[in-house]
């Protein structure tokens, strides 16, 4: 028994923004190729199109975008009126769904990675900053020498100058 992979076609049409980006449109037929089905392709197609008319309509570029963005990004799908039938037929508003709010941001995620990927942007907005840590002997030591009042690096961090500068980044504040 084998099994069937197949590439979804995009339907273009139904995502302009996205068709009319590069990046975006590499990002959405890579997606394709991966083997996804037919469904996650529109709603990729059509949460990232949701995401780019934001970004237009906000004047951001992808390199611009930060947490804060994304967040008013939620909140501007968030509060969105959804149309429901309830099973007697009659029609109720609502919000989007919890697990829909998370697809949207697993797009958002999912193409900023990219974005990185392909040297677009530096970080992705939806993951966490890699800190650039000293080795905890480091650490120690410069506590130490924080703590010394008499140390050399302690006296010229009290100096104005460019010398002091460069030492006080070292030291815990």
Same mark, same amino acid.
């Given at each position: 028994?084998?099994?069937? +992979?197949?590439?979804?076609?995009?339907?273009?049409?139904?995502?302009?923004? *996205?068709?009319?980006?590069?990046?975006?449109?590499?990002?959405?037929?890579?997606?394709?190729?991966?083997?996804?089905?037919?469904?996650?392709?529109?709603?990729? =197609?059509?949460?990232?199109?949701?995401?780019? @008319? +934001?970004?237009? @309509? %906000?004047?951001?570029? +992808?390199?611009?975008?930060?947490?804060?963005?994304?967040?008013?990004?939620?909140?501007?799908?968030?509060?969105?009126?959804?149309?429901?039938?309830?099973?007697?037929?009659?029609?109720?508003?609502?919000?989007?769904?919890?697990?829909?709010?998370?697809?949207?941001?697993? *797009?958002?995620?999912?193409?900023?990675?990219?974005?990185?990927?392909?040297?677009?942007?530096?970080?992705?907005?939806?993951?966490?900053? *890699?800190?650039?840590?000293?080795?905890?002997?480091?650490?120690?030591?410069?506590?130490?020498?924080?703590?010394?009042?008499?140390?050399? %690096?302690?006296?010229?961090?009290?100096?104005?100058?460019?010398? =002091?500068?460069?030492?006080?980044?070292?030291?815990?504040?």
């Amino acid at each position: 028994m084998a099994l069937e +992979f197949s590439i979804c076609e995009v339907r273009w049409e139904r995502y302009r923004r *996205v068709a009319e980006n590069p990046h975006a449109r590499e990002w959405l037929k890579f997606q394709a190729t991966r083997g996804l089905a037919a469904n996650t392709i529109e709603a990729y =197609g059509r949460d990232l199109d949701s995401y780019l @008319s +934001f970004l237009e @309509s %906000q004047e951001i570029s +992808f390199e611009s975008v930060i947490r804060p963005t994304i967040g008013a990004y939620v909140r501007s799908i968030a509060d969105l009126a959804v149309p429901r039938v309830r099973k007697n037929g009659l029609q109720a508003r609502t919000t989007l769904a919890h697990a829909t709010l998370q697809q949207h941001l697993t *797009v958002v995620r999912l193409f900023h990675d990219y974005l990185v990927e392909e040297r677009i942007c530096v970080r992705n907005p939806l993951r966490p900053a *890699v800190a650039k840590t000293a080795p905890a002997s480091v650490d120690s030591k410069r506590r130490r020498v924080a703590d010394d009042p008499g140390s050399l %690096q302690t006296r010229a961090a009290a100096q104005p100058g460019d010398a =002091g500068d460069v030492l006080r980044c070292g030291t815990p504040s």
